[in-house]
């Protein structure tokens, strides 16, 4: 819900805000949950779901070292292929530390992936007879277009009202569609996603306008890569948890039931 996105832990006899706490905490500082989930209510699935966005601290450090690497590497060294190399060498590193220790890759794959397409855009811009510039600004095009492309997927699903999220309810109650038939059910998945959204939107509407200035060589193409690296990081995990908390405070306002069987008549 990245450019972009990772079970939370609950307890349903005890107060959701305290819920909340207990269980989003840990999973921002660590990654595996202190005991099983209960899903007795939208909230507790909702929560389930979205803890499993994130990689707590080193998951954010893996998302985000090969980009700072391959700006500062691209910017000391005009070296475009050294630069994408170096972050290549550093999520492969960050991958076989992971294999050693018998954790989850996820987030260092998603690393790896990002940085395939990114050498992808930067070779058809060679191809096209871009400078070495043009090539390290469209390195940055993927992620611009991932979220725009996300942003829209996740506002449509509201609009239809079929809000993303509630899918996510689906998956724990074994009815893809069951919530549906909840009023109180959609309008809280609607809002969840829309909260979704916002940093999608926030990004391209930062990022794409500097993309298009180095491109167009409104500004000088250097400092358009400086720029979106900086902010491809400002704009990463720290924004992602804005959103986070702001759905955490959405999520300890309710507490709807999960129903798991038919609606009533």
Same mark, same amino acid.
């Given at each position: 819900?990245?450019?972009?996105?990772? =079970?939370?832990?609950?307890?349903?006899?005890?107060?959701?805000?305290? *819920?909340?706490?207990?269980?989003?905490?840990?999973?921002?500082?660590?990654?595996? +949950?202190?005991?099983?989930? %209960?899903? *007795?209510?939208? %909230?507790?699935?909702?929560?389930?779901?979205?803890?499993?966005?994130?990689?707590?601290?080193?998951?954010?450090? %893996?998302?985000?070292?090969?980009?700072?690497?391959?700006?500062?590497?691209?910017?000391?060294?005009?070296?475009? %292929?050294?630069?994408?190399?170096?972050?290549?060498? =550093?999520? @492969?590193?960050?991958?076989?530390?992971?294999?050693?220790?018998?954790?989850?890759?996820?987030?260092?794959?998603? &690393?790896?992936?990002?940085? =395939?397409?990114?050498?992808?855009?930067?070779?058809?811009?060679?191809?096209?007879?871009?400078?070495?510039?043009?090539? &390290?600004?469209?390195?940055?095009? +993927?992620?611009?277009?991932?979220?725009?492309?996300?942003? @829209?997927?996740?506002?449509?699903?509201?609009?239809?009202?079929?809000?993303?999220?509630?899918?996510?309810?689906?998956?724990?109650?074994?009815?893809?569609?069951?919530?549906?038939?909840?009023?109180?059910?959609?309008?809280?998945?609607?809002?969840?996603?829309?909260?979704?959204?916002?940093?999608?939107?926030?990004?391209? &509407?930062?990022?794409?306008?500097?993309?298009?200035?180095?491109?167009?060589?409104?500004?000088? +193409?250097?400092?358009?890569?400086?720029?979106?690296?900086?902010?491809?990081?400002?704009?990463?995990?720290?924004?992602?948890? &804005?959103?986070?908390?702001?759905?955490?405070?959405?999520?300890?306002?309710?507490?709807?039931?999960?129903?798991?069987?038919?609606?009533?008549?």
């Amino acid at each position: 819900m990245t450019d972009q996105t990772p =079970a939370g832990t609950g307890d349903h006899t005890s107060d959701l805000t305290s *819920d909340l706490t207990s269980d989003l905490t840990p999973d921002l500082t660590s990654e595996r +949950p202190a005991h099983p989930v %209960e899903t *007795d209510t939208v %909230e507790a699935v909702v929560r389930q779901q979205l803890s499993k966005a994130l990689g707590g601290r080193r998951g954010m450090a %893996e998302a985000a070292v090969p980009t700072i690497l391959f700006t500062a590497t691209w910017l000391t060294m005009r070296e475009l %292929e050294l630069a994408l190399w170096v972050s290549i060498g =550093a999520a @492969v590193v960050l991958l076989l530390v992971r294999l050693v220790q018998r954790s989850t890759v996820q987030f260092v794959v998603n &690393a790896l992936f990002g940085i =395939a397409i990114g050498w992808y855009f930067v070779h058809r811009s060679a191809a096209s007879g871009g400078s070495e510039q043009d090539q &390290a600004l469209a390195y940055f095009l +993927p992620g611009i277009l991932y979220n725009g492309g996300y942003a @829209v997927v996740l506002a449509f699903t509201c609009l239809i009202g079929w809000p993303l999220v509630g899918f996510m309810v689906g998956s724990i109650t074994g009815d893809a569609t069951a919530w549906h038939s909840d009023r109180q059910v959609v309008k809280l998945c609607s809002r969840l996603t829309w909260l979704l959204v916002a940093p999608c939107l926030l990004r391209v &509407a930062v990022q794409a306008p500097i993309w298009l200035a180095g491109t167009s060589g409104s500004i000088d +193409p250097d400092a358009a890569v400086a720029a979106l690296g900086v902010l491809k990081i400002v704009l990463g995990w720290p924004l992602q948890l &804005a959103a986070l908390g702001s759905m955490v405070w959405l999520l300890s306002r309710n507490r709807t039931p999960v129903t798991t069987g038919p609606a009533p008549a």
